[in-house]
């Protein structure tokens, strides 16, 4: 099993910035971590994923240039720098974790889940 919790959400204004944090813990080997958003009404959203070990990084094409995956295997912990936010980056974002490799822009794949943090960007 593996727990997953986010932090770092809250309220911004637009073009600002937030960082979300995954801690992980269990003992479950993991092969990528993705962060996954939903906003009110629409369906759960790929937004980025990272590999565990190497430096292989994917991107949604709404969020490429302006939001940044990394890991510290250290602390077991995934982030999300999020530049330059839009109003409509407004959502809850999720971090999952997924065992093998495969579509890691398909939320159904994931194997865990954290609860999710309130982004919030005021127009």
């Known amino acids: 099993q593996v727990q997953l919790v986010e932090s770092g959400g809250g309220l911004v204004q637009a073009g600002g910035s937030l960082r979300l944090s995954c801690a992980a813990s269990?003992?479950?080997?993991?092969?990528?971590y993705g962060w996954f958003r939903q906003a009110p009404g629409k369906e759960r959203e790929f937004v980025a994923a990272?590999?565990?070990?190497?430096?292989?990084?994917y991107y949604a094409d709404s969020v490429k240039g302006r939001f940044t995956i990394s890991r510290d295997n250290a602390k077991n912990t995934v982030y999300l720098q999020m530049n330059s936010l839009k109003f409509e980056d407004t959502a809850v974002y999720y971090c999952?974790?997924?065992?093998?490799?495969?579509?890691?822009?398909?939320?159904?794949?994931?194997?865990?889940w954290g609860q999710g943090t309130q982004v919030t960007v005021s127009s």
């Open positions: 999952a974790a997924k065992s093998d490799g495969g579509r890691l822009w398909r939320d159904g794949d994931y194997d865990y």
């Open positions: 990272i590999r565990w070990s190497g430096d292989n990084t």
């Open positions: 269990g003992r479950t080997f993991i092969s990528y």
